[in-house]
């Protein structure tokens, strides 16, 4: 993949206070967390690009959300689609998850329903961390920063290395970057943030919470922790912002079904920072802005821009590229 770039100012290029994050790049328009998704972020002008962390068996850092290879959007070497989950991605090495493509949505799934805008773009690999640092700094925009999530579950620990190694390589891998001063670290698993905080006091903390049929990581219902808390009980603090104020968080994340008004302006007079995910329409988009969140995450970040600007609120700049080649890195 070869890429073409430059810089152009659009709206502000300092102090805006909205945090516009795209996430897993822009994976309503391009193969999720992909280089070509990261690029057209930057082309559309965000603060931050949202990104997961899964680590192959020799050890190199990778950009991918699920733990084992989704088969709705990967085509294995004989460039058919996988047949149900694929392998771990902590049981291949590096070289091995290169033979798997994954530029395109399997056609019919509930994934194509969702996303009918993704581009497809065959022959797409999935990119290492250090390919996205270096394709930022290759762009010139030096204000984008990077919201790096430690794919963690303290349900399933055989999938991925454990907890302080996962974390620690992470941490190792964005301050040889050089972009600690960009990056914050988040996770459902409280565990990885607490480590963060004590080995990594420069990088902020995002804690991520939901509370629905897919994930629940506060169980508010029970009396003890949950296990994806690092020993913070819902019961013993009454809230969600409270708990992340007593584990020592920076920001919380939040999926947008769980948000309310008042849990906003808790979560501020406790001195935190709220993001809200994951917000695809213009009618949503402008119900949190109205409601105060500090930043939104979106797939669709174009859209968020659009009405941000509608509401003239300062725009992140943009940097132009222009794809010249496709295909493997």
């Known amino acids: 993949m070869v890429l073409a770039l430059a810089m ?88 091995e998850l290169s033979r798997y493509d994954v530029g395109r949505i399997k056609p019919a799934s509930a994934y194509a329903r969702q996303f009918p805008d993704q581009k497809a773009i065959d022959g797409t690999r999935i990119p290492r961390l250090v390919d996205l640092f270096e394709l930022v700094q290759r762009s010139g925009n030096t204000q984008v920063r990077f919201a790096i999530e430690t794919k963690l579950s303290p349900l399933a620990p055989d999938e991925t290395l454990d907890v302080a190694a996962y974390t620690r390589a992470v941490l190792a891998t964005i301050e040889a970057a050089g972009m600690t001063s960009r990056s914050s670290l988040l996770s459902f698993d409280w565990r990885s943030l607490q480590l963060a905080q004590r080995e990594a006091p420069a990088i902020p903390t995002v804690y991520l919470s939901a509370q629905n049929r897919f994930l629940d990581n506060i169980q508010a219902g029970g009396a003890a922790p949950s296990p994806w808390t690092a020993g913070i009980a819902y019961a013993a603090h009454g809230s969600v912002p409270r708990m992340v104020k007593a584990a020592g968080g920076h920001t919380w994340s939040v999926s947008g079904g769980d948000l309310t008004p008042s849990l906003v302006a808790e979560a501020k007079s406790l001195g935190l920072k709220v993001l809200v995910w994951t917000i695809n329409e213009a009618r949503p988009i402008g119900y949190f802005i109205d409601m105060g969140v500090d930043g939104l995450v979106t797939d669709r970040p174009d859209r968020a821009r659009e009405e941000m600007k509608r509401r003239g609120m300062p725009l992140p700049p943009q940097t132009l590229l222009t794809l010249l080649t496709q295909g493997p890195p």
């Open 8 to 95: 152009t100012a659009a709206g502000c290029t300092a102090g805006w206070a909205f945090d516009l994050q795209a996430h897993r790049g822009t994976r309503g328009l391009m193969p999720e967390n992909s280089l070509a998704s990261f690029a057209e972020a930057l082309r559309i002008g965000v603060d931050t690009l949202e990104l997961d962390i899964a680590i192959t068996r020799d050890g190199v850092l990778v950009i991918s959300h699920d733990p084992a290879l989704n088969p709705d959007i990967t085509r294995g070497p004989d460039g058919a689609f996988l047949s149900g989950r694929g392998p771990l991605i902590s049981s291949l090495s590096f070289d």
